[in-house]
């Protein structure tokens, strides 16, 4: 069945290392995404990639970085300049049908990191 | 800029019972669409039901519904006969074409049996 996998489902690191996430799809889906959530925010976008080799900022891109070098791939780096890095991570994909519009989002099952 | 606002921190319902929950959003945009999702205690996010703006006809995924308000930015989910299965959080979400999904704070949804 297709769907989408983030790797690890838990995540301890000590504060000032770098950590990547794992996110990857089966879906033949263009377009991939990645979401912060905390309590009480609901879900604050990241970054996105449209296609193979290009990603957006989302609107707290600030301490993350990303690639997006296959299609299948979009990895998360959560970097040490990342003042509040604990929080639950959840990746996503969509067709790009329509640029986007419309096309309900697929989620994987999230990861959720603890920075202390 | 638009917003999604989901004022109810938190819903209880009793098993069998119907509950709605409240999503208004503000755009100027007039092409866009609007979603709600599940999130049980797993935390994967599922998709339950999906609006066109330009669809008068309010949508319906067997015992969930939404009621749908164009004039008033007002997008209600209905959820009818309600299960324990139905405990979740409940995000209200917003799109207008530029690969941005906007989503409320989310309600947290209580079955009592």
């Known amino acids: 069945d297709g769907g989408i996998t983030q790797s690890p489902k838990y995540l301890f690191r000590k504060e000032g290392q770098n950590v990547t996430l794992s996110c990857e799809q089966n879906?033949?889906?263009?377009?991939m995404y990645w979401y912060r959530q905390d309590p009480g925010q609901g879900l604050r976008l990241i970054y996105y990639?449209?296609?193979?080799?290009?990603?957006q900022k989302g609107d707290i891109a600030e301490g993350y970085s990303v690639s997006r070098e296959k299609k299948e791939s979009f990895p998360l780096t959560v970097t040490s300049a990342q003042k509040n890095p604990t929080a639950f991570y959840l990746c996503?994909?969509?067709?790009?049908?329509?640029?986007?519009?419309?096309?309900?989002?697929?989620f994987g099952n999230g990861t959720r990191l603890t920075v202390t | 800029a638009q917003t999604v606002t989901q004022s109810q921190p938190e819903m209880s319902v009793q098993e069998a019972e119907t509950v709605t929950l409240s999503c208004t959003y503000d755009?100027?945009?007039?092409?866009?669409?609007l979603f709600w999702y599940k999130q049980p205690p797993s935390r994967q996010m599922i998709l339950v039901i999906r609006?066109?703006?330009?669809?008068?006809q309010n949508a319906t995924e067997n015992r969930f519904s939404v009621n749908f308000q164009k004039a008033a930015k007002s997008f209600s989910l209905k959820i009818s006969d309600s299960q324990l299965g139905d405990a979740a959080m409940y995000f209200c979400?917003?799109?207008?074409?530029?690969?941005?999904?906007?989503f409320g704070t989310g309600t947290r949804l209580k079955v009592l049996a």
């Open positions: 996503a994909s969509s067709p790009r049908a329509q640029g986007g519009k419309g096309s309900p989002l697929h």
């Open positions: 879906l033949n889906h263009d377009a």
């Open positions: 990639s449209q296609i193979v080799n290009d990603f």
């Open positions: 755009t100027s945009e007039s092409d866009y669409y």
């Open positions: 609006q066109e703006a330009y669809k008068q």
């Open positions: 979400a917003y799109s207008s074409g530029t690969y941005k999904y906007i």
